[in-house]
């Protein structure tokens, strides 16, 4: 198990190093730079000040590898469009309010969306399962944006039981969140059903019936415990995105989380932002997918890490 | 594991004949028509087509015409849809803007199979180094945020409809080329496979006459289910004002445009995010169709 997390730790650093290596230099390739004339008036010497204030007139690779220096030593410098605060302090600030959001909406999800697949899978062919699955269906296919702007218009617009948006109280999260747990339900939902179907077609359920078990004992013992592992896979993605501040959402809502600046970092060329940003991805996803591995191990006892099935 | 063969175990075989005259394309169709919901798919599919070759007979007025005295007027029997904030007709532009999501979402598959299908080609055939490059590529690539990725490759080319759809193309290009890879690396094991190597058919032949031919299914499904997922993309993109530039008639423009007349010119929002939703339940309900009809695994 530490070799097998070693190994995928190892893994990581090198996909990462490369990535930051890829996107710096897409980064640079874009034209224009943070201090041109279109994002702020300067006289040309004030400019060639602030380049060489955040080393900008130094040759690429000299930058990168001073950037990536002091990213190592917890430094991700100042961004360029707050220059005010550090990198770090941005992010502090806003991605709470992003992650509140998101783990909320994941709250409401998950036992939404198992018990949507539940019932659908339980009454099989019913109006319910039909029901359950259209929901499902409509869940997974329209956009975010477009169920955020619905929200708005019936509930803040026509009939006013909510703000249009905003930030700070309770009542704000209602809207966002709403509209950002829709999908990962539509998926647990979805699973779910497909699952215990598949898994109630198997021999040990068979058994179960057969020494007497009740309906609800094998739903819940058997069926269920089952039926829920390959769900940690279809839901282990959606966490980083859920998390990390979805900028539709947020700009609709006017909440003040990371979203944006994965937008305005790339338009405002600010170059120690996207790279921060990057790297908070790269690492929330192996975070992620290494919990999910283990969870795995937890869950099902027949898989071992580390070892190929031979 | 899928099987090739449609029939059921325990179904008779009745003749010959009637054996030898079902095709994969045949028994596709057939369970195809079978599907409601996919039936309805294929109708709004088509209907959006009509419409996007129709739009100029069907918009009752241009998409660029601004009229400022006629300005956010709501829905009536001359405007269906109302005006918006510079007086253009909403019903006309979004029949215009059935041309931009179609464009979008045919042009962006378009270039992902480009590019996806010669890399997973040579990484599921050739195998080695080769498929180990390719591979750490695709990683890496997946490893950036699709919105970050899109929008660094936009901001490299500079805005506009083509350029967003080749910088969406080179995001899209992963899945075709990781799926192509995989479908040929799990039919290399196949029975049929090892029955063409043993009638000594060459490397090249099974290649071309048999590992092929069984992978275009999987493919076409991906790339109609890669369809609206492009359309989305560009909506999303263009809604944030990084996309399409006006006057051209983006729904998700038309979208983001409405959220500052929200609270009294409702209709702004309605319309365009309805257009969004249909567009994108059509090719689905059509994508999963195809599916179901190709007896095509997704999980691969």
Not at chain 2, 44 to 58: E, G, M, Q, S, Y
Not at chain 2, 256 to 260: C, F, M, R, T
């Given at each position: 198990m530490a070799r097998y997390l070693l190994g995928r730790f190892a893994g990581i650093l090198i996909v990462f190093f490369i990535v930051s290596v890829v996107v710096f230099l897409l980064m640079h390739a874009i034209p224009g730079g943070p201090y041109n004339e279109d994002k702020v008036p300067l006289?040309?010497?004030?400019?060639a000040n602030y380049m060489r204030k955040y080393g900008l007139d130094r040759p690429l690779v000299e930058q990168y590898v001073l950037y990536m220096g002091n990213a190592l030593r917890g430094d991700f410098g100042v961004p360029f469009q707050s220059p005010t605060e550090t990198v770090t302090g941005l992010i502090a600030r806003t991605w709470p309010v992003s992650a509140s959001l998101g783990f909320a909406a994941l709250l409401v999800a998950i036992p939404l969306g198992l018990l949507?697949?539940?019932?659908?899978?339980?009454?099989?062919?019913?109006?319910?399962?039909?029901?359950a699955s259209a929901t499902s269906t409509l869940g997974l296919t329209v956009p975010n944006f477009v169920v955020a702007v619905w929200l708005v218009l019936l509930f803040a617009v026509q009939l006013k039981w909510l703000p249009t948006g905003g930030w700070g109280e309770w009542y704000h999260y209602i809207m966002p969140v709403v509209a950002l747990a829709l999908a990962?339900?539509?998926l647990t939902a979805r699973y779910t059903r497909t699952s215990i179907l598949e898994v109630s077609r198997s021999d040990f359920i068979r058994t179960a019936r057969a020494k007497g078990l009740s309906g609800r004992q094998i739903m819940t013992r058997h069926t269920l415990r089952n039926a829920l592992i390959p769900l940690i896979t279809v839901l282990g993605p959606q966490i980083p995105n859920l998390i990390t501040g979805t900028i539709f959402i947020e700009s609709i809502f006017r909440v003040p989380g990371l979203g944006k600046f994965f937008v305005t970092s790339i338009l405002g060329r600010d170059y120690p932002m996207i790279m921060a940003l990057l790297l908070l991805v790269a690492v929330v996803w192996s975070v992620v997918y290494l919990i999910t591995d283990i969870l795995y191990t937890i869950v099902d006892p027949r898989v071992r890490l580390g070892k190929s099935k031979s | 594991m899928t099987t090739s063969t449609s029939l059921?175990?325990?179904q008779p075989v009745n003749t010959q004949q009637e054996l030898r005259q079902r095709t994969l394309l045949g028994d596709a169709a057939r369970r195809f028509a079978r599907n409601k919901l996919a039936l309805v798919g294929l109708f709004?599919?088509?209907?959006?087509?009509?419409?996007?070759?129709?739009?100029?007979?069907?918009a009752p007025f241009p998409y660029d015409a601004a009229d400022p005295v006629n300005a956010l007027q709501f829905p009536s029997r001359e405007h269906w849809m109302g005006t918006d904030e510079v007086g253009r007709d909403v019903y006309s532009r979004i029949v215009y803007g059935t041309r931009i999501s179609l464009a979008v979402g045919l042009g962006v598959m378009a270039i992902a199979l480009i590019i996806g299908i010669p890399l997973g080609l040579i990484a599921g055939l050739a195998g080695g180094p080769l498929d180990y490059i390719i591979m750490r590529v695709v990683e890496v690539f997946t490893a950036i945020p699709a919105l970050m990725l899109a929008l660094l490759l936009i901001s490299v080319f500079g805005g506009g409809l083509y350029n967003v759809i080749l910088a969406l193309g080179i995001v899209a290009w992963l899945d075709a080329c990781r799926l192509l890879r995989a479908q040929l690396l799990s039919l290399r094991e196949r029975d049929f496979v090892l029955a063409a190597q043993t009638v000594g058919a060459s490397k090249v032949r099974i290649a071309i006459r048999h590992l092929l031919p069984n992978a275009v299914a999987p493919l076409i499904v991906a790339v109609t289910i890669g369809i609206p997922v492009a359309i989305f993309a560009e909506a999303g993109l263009s809604f944030l004002g990084l996309g399409v530039n006006d006057p051209i008639p983006s729904w998700g423009k038309m979208v983001?445009?409405?959220?500052?007349y929200m609270r009294v010119y409702w209709y702004l929002g309605v319309f365009p995010t309805l257009a969004i939703a249909f567009t994108m339940l059509g090719f689905t309900f059509f994508g999963d169709g195809l599916r179901d009809a190709f007896d095509v695994s997704t999980n691969s």
């Open positions: 006289s040309p010497e004030a400019k949507l697949g539940i019932i659908a899978a339980t009454r099989q062919n019913t109006w319910l399962d039909y029901a990962p339900m539509a | 059921a175990p325990g709004i599919v088509t209907a959006l087509i009509l419409t996007a070759i129709f739009a100029d007979f069907i983001g445009n409405s959220l500052s």
